[in-house]
């Protein structure tokens, strides 16, 4: 199985970094602001696009949430929740250490963040989905068959079935984030998008070559 995904972290993380570096420029006082023009990457398979300093202060400035943003965040705490549920087998189940000490990372990174995501939508007044919300055709998730397999797993045949599933569920983590950068307003939950893609990216390919060693 391939990453496709994987190539677009770098022109999601490009535009996290010109996010920050606008809002930089924001605060600064109108005699030092550039005039030059700023390159934004297109979606997939669109080309990029050049927009005015103005134009980019005001993406940078989006003062509120909207629909997509919260979308996003309550679908991804469903999410990253399954994905704890497929980690916390792994101490007693698989037979690699390797991917043991993966499954404890996930857990490390995607805890806080469901925190995280929990909090933000309790601010925003916005509903926090129940632990077994239903997620039919949410990118990457296992289906209830496929998580009770593995559950009675052990050993290599759930290693196999382990990064199988897993790199197929931060894959469709990382499709969902890209829906943020295109329709989302929120530079919180752009950020958290970057950072999930970036995170996840990696863990991908350390699962693929865990695959071809197996």
Avoid at 44 to 54: F, K, M, N, Q, V
Avoid at 141 to 147: D, F, G, N, S, V
Wanted: hydrophobic letters at 45%; charged letters at 20%; aromatic letters at 4%.
């Amino acid at each position: 199985m391939r990453a496709a995904p994987i190539p677009v972290a770098i022109s999601v993380l490009s535009l996290v970094a010109f996010l920050a570096a606008c809002s930089a420029q924001a605060e600064a006082p109108p005699s030092a602001r550039s005039t030059a023009p700023v390159i934004v990457p297109g979606r997939p398979g669109e080309a990029a696009r050049t927009i005015s300093p103005s134009e980019a202060a005001t993406i940078v400035a989006a003062p509120s949430a909207n629909a997509v943003d919260v979308k996003y965040v309550q679908d991804m705490v469903v999410h990253h929740r399954q994905a704890l549920d497929m980690a916390v087998l792994a101490p007693s189940r698989a037979r690699s250490a390797t991917l043991k000490g993966l499954a404890s990372r996930i857990q490390d990174a995607q805890g806080p963040e469901i925190q995280f995501m929990t909090s933000w939508l309790q601010r925003q007044g916005q509903r926090v989905p129940d632990h077994h919300a239903r997620h039919e055709g949410m990118p990457g998730m296992a289906t209830p068959e496929q998580m009770e397999s593995l559950k009675a797993a052990s050993g290599e045949e759930f290693d196999r079935l382990f990064l199988q599933l897993m790199i197929a569920h931060h894959q469709g983590a990382i499709s969902m984030s890209q829906r943020v950068f295109i329709g989302g307003s929120h530079i919180t939950i752009q950020e958290l998008a970057a950072d999930v893609t970036a995170t996840q990216s990696a863990e991908i390919r350390r699962m693929l070559a865990m695959q071809e060693e197996m």
